[in-house]
């Protein structure tokens, strides 16, 4: 039985931050163990919602800010000004310090008197005889939700019995006001540079969660409070930081967020967040990516294929297996995707004949007696050409097989005869070469074609896709942004190798530009970097915006 699903609770934190001669320092409490939440944890100043949030009468107490206005900075429809009022609200009832002005328009400071009333009234919120609006109104405050901006957001993984939607704020640290914790929530409070608290938790001083360890080395690059509230008013969408949880290396569990590899495909196959799914790819142990779908890996990591070559099994004794890109020639290989295969293997498809992809359906078939799919092999050295297609596919062609109906979508650039199979039920592309993670693919002339490469990226756009299954490395998610990032880093290089161009008077063999064009590389990538750097300016060349002979290239001006 699944556990129950965990719905987040709104929620909003606010990060105080000071200028000192060594760089900002940030507030941070220690909450106590009595709690359900980060017993124990060094957190900021923060909490859920309350009802008492959105009322009419705080929101009129609000300066600079009205609900619409921070609605639309959080991308909600309504109720975003709440989450302004929480963070200050909860920072005041767990520290003592208020954001806030007086009447007459200045920063509350406090006087020792002041700071003792307050206490008190401390005490009746946080025991629920008042609210904050009854403290508001009685030292005629009103809230400085102007001095706080928007810095990000994290929803608490999944599998978790307490989960949080939690905003994050950044502010100036109020001056003329002293920090006291509760006692209640808070036993303890500190100022520290945010790389001093990282490294204190690394040593065990202090305890951290993940999202305050990742916010604190967001916050360690700015150099002055100005700097980090410039940077959080920048107009631009912020990141969901939804950390996932899967099992290492080392068998024990490993957070990941959006930037890791295995975050995609851990959301997929475990979303409960049991933490069951790994955050590696270990070749010869098969893999469920979706419904009668299963990922074997070939154990030929390198450079080139980074963790390895992918073939994909599809069906179930029932229907029959098809096998997507069987890989190298490899017979342990060949051997685990017949053990793997649910029933009995009947199909082999290709998505193109690279050497990595396709010479193992030679003895796959041989073993098995399955029908090859694919396209034949371009006439070229880098092609496998034992690879003989019982039947060639065509652009469009659709395909039962597996009991799963593929359709082939053919995207010549890196290969002439590289293809891509939807599966138009899981809407789960498998694309091969096409697009891989981690890296840009390598395209290579005389075959590869990089305005070729660049049309048939596009065509993806057009498709409806949920996940990409790529030839090397775990599935990837939002298909129409990977497309788009790709589509920026050609221009970008292409940009690069034209002011390349420029630097040179005489024309440049590829040998003295790519030091140039991909002086961002590293050196050792250069030789592969020479093969697309080649087929930059054959498209160049094609739009008569270079020149070439004799093995040498240069920029008409």
Not at 224 to 247: F, N, S, Y
């Amino acid at each position: 039985m699944n556990p129950p699903i965990v719905v987040p609770r709104p929620a909003a934190t606010v990060i105080l931050a000071r200028d000192t001669s060594d760089g900002i320092e940030v507030f941070m409490m220690q909450r106590t163990t009595e709690v359900a939440f980060a017993k124990g944890m060094h957190v900021f100043p923060g909490g859920g919602i309350d009802p008492t949030d959105h009322h009419e009468e705080i929101a009129s107490l609000c300066v600079g800010l009205t609900d619409d206005l921070a609605s639309n900075t959080l991308g909600i429809e309504k109720g975003g000004l709440a989450y302004w009022i929480a963070a200050i609200r909860e920072c005041f009832e767990e520290s003592g310090l208020l954001l806030g002005y007086r009447h007459d328009d200045e920063l509350v400071q406090l006087n020792e008197h002041e700071a003792l009333r307050l206490s008190d009234l401390r005490t009746a919120l946080a025991e629920n005889k008042i609210t904050f609006v009854d403290v508001l109104k009685a030292e005629q405050f009103r809230v400085a939700t102007d001095k706080i901006a928007y810095f990000s957001h994290w929803i608490t993984m999944p599998g978790r019995p307490k989960r949080y939607d939690t905003r994050f704020f950044v502010a100036q640290a109020p001056v003329g006001q002293i920090a006291k914790q509760d006692d209640y929530e808070t036993v303890g409070q500190r100022w520290v540079r945010p790389a001093d608290a990282i490294e204190k938790s690394r040593l065990g001083e202090i305890d951290l969660m993940f999202p305050t360890i990742k916010t604190l080395e967001s916050l360690s690059r700015f150099a002055t409070v100005q700097d980090l509230l410039d940077h959080a008013r920048e107009p631009k969408p912020k990141q969901l930081m939804t950390p996932r949880i899967g099992t290492g290396r080392n068998g024990q569990p490993e957070i990941l967020v959006a930037s890791d590899y295995a975050y995609a495909e851990i959301g997929k196959i475990d979303p409960q967040g049991a933490g069951t799914a790994k955050t590696y790819i270990e070749p010869g142990i098969p893999v469920e990516i979706a419904p009668n779908v299963l990922r074997l890996t070939a154990a030929n990591p390198g450079m080139m294929t980074g963790p390895g070559t992918n073939s994909y099994l599809i069906g179930t004794q029932e229907t029959g297996i098809a096998v997507i890109d069987p890989g190298p020639p490899l017979t342990e290989h060949i051997d685990a995707l017949i053990k793997a295969a649910r029933g009995p293997i009947k199909w082999i498809l290709c998505t193109h004949t690279h050497l990595d992809h396709s010479p193992a359906a030679l003895e796959l078939k041989a073993r098995t007696g399955a029908t090859l799919f694919g396209m034949p092999p371009p006439p070229y050295p880098n092609q496998d050409q034992t690879f003989v297609p019982d039947v060639i596919v065509t652009h469009h062609q659709r395909l039962r097989v597996g009991g799963a109906d593929l359709r082939v979508i053919h995207v010549p650039g890196h290969a002439s005869n590289q293809v891509c199979y939807l599966h138009e039920t899981e809407h789960l592309m498998f694309t091969g070469d096409h697009l891989m993670q981690g890296s840009t693919v390598v395209i290579s002339p005389p075959d590869g074609n990089m305005a070729t490469y660049l049309a048939s990226l596009r065509l993806l756009q057009e498709e409806q896709i949920d996940f990409l299954a790529p030839g090397h490395g775990f599935l990837m998610d939002k298909p129409k942004d990977a497309v788009d990032r790709v589509l920026i880093h050609r221009q970008d290089r292409e940009n690069k190798v034209v002011a390349a161009l420029k630097t040179f008077e005489q024309p440049v063999t590829l040998e003295e530009l790519v030091p140039v064009a991909y002086k961002d590389t590293a050196e050792k990538l250069h030789k592969v970097a020479m093969r697309s750097l080649f087929a930059h300016l054959q498209k160049l060349v094609e739009e008569q915006r270079v020149s070439y002979a004799n093995d040498r290239w240069l920029l008409k001006r």
